[in-house]
């Protein structure tokens, strides 16, 4: 086992090469060499251009295996989360995750290549400063954000706005924030979403094997307003044309918004809102389409309230309506 590459074995002749450089790894585990695990050289003829790989020195007492250690050097993890991206140079860059705001919250602070730290949106997710959401590409690269681990404790608490109308064609969406019964796959959103009275089109959420979908998946805490969307939302349970889940310990709320269109499930629909879980607020919107649901609650602006057995559960719907 080595960080980088297994093993690696050269054929007996002399036109085999092995180059490694520029590459660093980082393991909680044991290996057998911090870079290239076994080597086996048959011919002296065999090219090999090692240089500046570099390891957590707590993951193995080596950087290779059959062969000098020349090109290869252990750090600390002090050394990997706050230097050693100078050494590695292009295109490397420092990640700095204890300040999160700053940086891409990545590899827990490693190095990161420089194309990972590039704004994709405009702006810098701030209350003041929002992220410009304007296109199809953006909104796609939004819910790929939100439904990634890796990238969603930072991405699901900032602030966006909608600054073009956008058709998405009814090319085949993901929902942004996706979760299991089980709980989440990636993250819930629960930043703020104002779509400044745009549109958006073609919306065609297909995820029959799906719990928890509309054009947000689930939303805990979060705000979505000033949105208009068209099109059809079909899921397995918790389907709604705007969130399939709200609620949660914090009030999330979707205002001023409508869908237009049809939205399907085999459990539990609602127009704009599939499932209120504890709490949260639905005022201002209006649904006009059909909603189908094979067995549970269906509701032309919601389809179901549950509230817990406590004093925290507040669940409004003001100023609404249903064609």
């Not at 093993?7 to 060499?33: E, H, L, M, P, R």
């Not at 827990?108 to 730290?117: A, I, K, R, S």
């Not at 990634?148 to 706005?161: E, F, H, K, P």
């Not at 949660?248 to 049809?262: A, L, Q």
């Amino acid at each position: 086992t080595g960080g980088i590459v297994g093993g690696c074995a050269a054929q007996n002749d002399d036109t085999s090469t092995i180059t490694i450089n520029n590459c660093y790894s980082v393991s909680k585990s044991k290996v057998t060499a911090g870079i290239l695990g076994t080597l086996s050289i048959d011919n002296a003829k065999l090219k090999i251009d090692f240089s500046n790989n570099i390891y957590l020195k707590s993951m193995a007492d080596k950087g290779t295996t059959g062969y000098s250690d020349l090109g290869t050097m252990g750090v600390t993890n002090e050394m990997l989360t706050s230097s050693i991206a100078e050494m590695l140079g292009t295109p490397y860059v420092q990640n700095n995750y204890s300040t999160v705001n700053d940086g891409y919250p990545v590899n827990d602070g490693y190095p990161v290549f420089e194309w990972q730290l590039k704004n994709i949106f405009e702006g810098s997710g701030s209350a003041d400063d929002p992220y410009k959401i304007s296109s199809a590409e953006q909104l796609r690269e939004l819910a790929d954000l939100i439904n990634n681990g890796d990238t969603a404790t930072y991405y699901r608490n900032l602030n966006y706005i909608q600054t073009e109308d956008i058709d998405l064609k009814n090319e085949s969406f993901t929902p942004i924030g996706t979760r299991t019964f089980e709980g989440s796959t990636g993250g819930n959103f629960n930043g703020t979403y104002d779509g400044q009275q745009h549109k958006i089109t073609g919306l065609n959420v297909n995820k029959p094997e799906l719990n928890y979908v509309g054009l947000f998946g689930w939303s805990y805490g979060g705000t979505i307003k000033n949105l208009s969307v068209s099109g059809n939302v079909y899921g397995n349970g918790v389907v709604g044309g705007i969130v399939g889940d709200i609620g949660g310990g914090s009030n999330s709320t979707v205002e001023n918004c409508s869908f237009n269109g049809t939205v399907n499930a085999k459990f539990s629909a609602g127009g704009i809102v599939g499932s209120f879980w504890r709490s949260g607020t639905i005022k201002n919107c209006y649904f006009n389409g059909d909603v189908v649901s094979t067995n549970g609650p269906t509701g032309g602006i919601a389809g179901a309230c549950t509230a817990q057995n406590d004093d925290t559960s507040t669940i409004t719907i003001n100023n609404c309506y249903s064609v």
